[in-house]
Nanobody
Framework: QVQLVESGGGLVQAGGSLRLSCTASGSIFGVSAMGWYRQAPGKPRELVAGISSRGRINYGDSVKGRFTISRGNAKNTVDLQMNSLKPEDTAVYYC?????????????WGQGTQVTVSS
């Protein structure tokens, strides 16, 4: 089993920045892609950004140009740098990991961290 622990959420004003971090532990030898999803109240969970074990990156359309995903050298950590934050970015952000090469199919979820952007 794989455990994912997120950190870095909080409250920020519109236009500000936050950095989320996630560390995977446990049976991580099979983990390939990692990434971030988010879920706002009353909305479905959506992909924010994903990065494969080979460094291929994809972003959700609403965050392109503002968010940057990166992965640590040990491959068991993934960060999300969020700049130019907007109130509509307010959501619970979930770290995700998979044994596949794309984060579109998720095998493991973190517990989530709240990000609130005030206007």
């Amino acid at each position: 089993q794989v455990q994912l622990v997120e950190s870095g959420g909080g409250l920020v004003q519109a236009g500000g920045s936050l950095r989320l971090s996630c560390t995977a532990s446990g049976s991580i030898f099979g983990v390939s892609a990692m990434g971030w999803y988010r879920q706002a109240p009353g909305k479905p969970r959506e992909l924010v950004a994903g990065i494969s074990s080979r460094g291929r990156i994809n972003y959700g359309d609403s965050v392109k140009g503002r968010f940057t995903i990166s992965r640590g050298n040990a491959k068991n950590t993934v960060d999300l740098q969020m700049n130019s934050l907007k109130p509509e970015d307010t959501a619970v952000y979930y770290c995700a990991a998979t044994e596949r090469d794309t984060i579109v199919v998720v095998d493991y979820w973190g517990q989530g961290t709240q990000v609130t952007v005030s206007s």
